[in-house]
């Protein structure tokens, strides 16, 4: 889809362990892990517009993770507090700090538009942005980060790396406690938990 668009000076890279043969022309690929890649390779001053994370992992919280450990910081594992979990649509556990979350509950169209009145799918008026939602949670023991993924066409959205590093920034900051990182559209969304 993006190849398609009349934007000729698009340069697009994809990043995959496993070898992908069927790119268009002109899409670069790199055969890697696509978390590490990224830590090793987004620099402030790189560039990059947009990342669109389509990994079964949340990126932005690994990537946060990667590098406040390579400052030489000791980051464990954070449970999800059950309240916030009460207060969030439909959570669903990926890993000991990790969950998915997602209004719907059920299979979206590949090809959502992500109006702002209503639920392609419903027609229902749709509830507050997943992003303000996890945003708007506060807790004395938690620091929130909350990024918002952005839609760039029908079905897929990204991250501005500027986010990312206002994310990292933040959790530099910290010296320690715990921290939690959402990434999330309007939505569908990841969170996870931290400790320093």
């Known amino acids: 889809m993006l190849t398609k668009t009349r ?3 698009l340069e697009i890279m994809v990043v995959d362990q496993r070898a992908v043969d069927d790119l268009p022309n002109g899409v670069t690929f790199v055969k890697a892990d696509g978390v590490e890649w990224l830590v090793d390779n987004l620099h402030r001053n790189s560039g990059v517009e947009w990342i669109i994370p389509a990994l079964p992992v949340h990126l932005a919280a690994l ?12 980051l464990d594992a ?4 059950p309240w916030i ?3 969030l649509p439909n959570p669903y556990q990926l890993s000991k700090n990790s969950y ?6 059920f299979l979206c169209p590949p090809d959502c538009s992500e109006p702002d009145e209503c639920c392609t799918v419903t027609g229902r008026v749709r509830p507050t942005p997943l992003y303000d939602l996890v945003g708007s949670l506060r807790t004395l023991d938690h620091k929130m980060f909350s ?3 952005q839609q ?3 079905g897929f959205g990204g991250l501005r790396p500027d986010s990312l590093w206002r994310l990292l920034d933040g959790g530099q900051s910290l010296e320690s406690g715990s921290f939690l990182i959402s990434t999330s559209c309007k939505c569908h969304g990841l969170i996870t938990g931290y400790r320093l």
């Open 7 to 9: 934007l000729p000076s």
């Open 63 to 74: 990537w946060v993770k990667m590098k406040i450990m390579r400052d030489g910081k000791t």
């Open 78 to 81: 954070l449970p999800i507090p």
């Open 85 to 87: 979990l009460e207060k």
């Open 100 to 105: 998915a979350l997602s209004y719907a509950d």
């Open 147 to 149: 990024l918002q993924s």
């Open 152 to 154: 760039i066409g029908p």
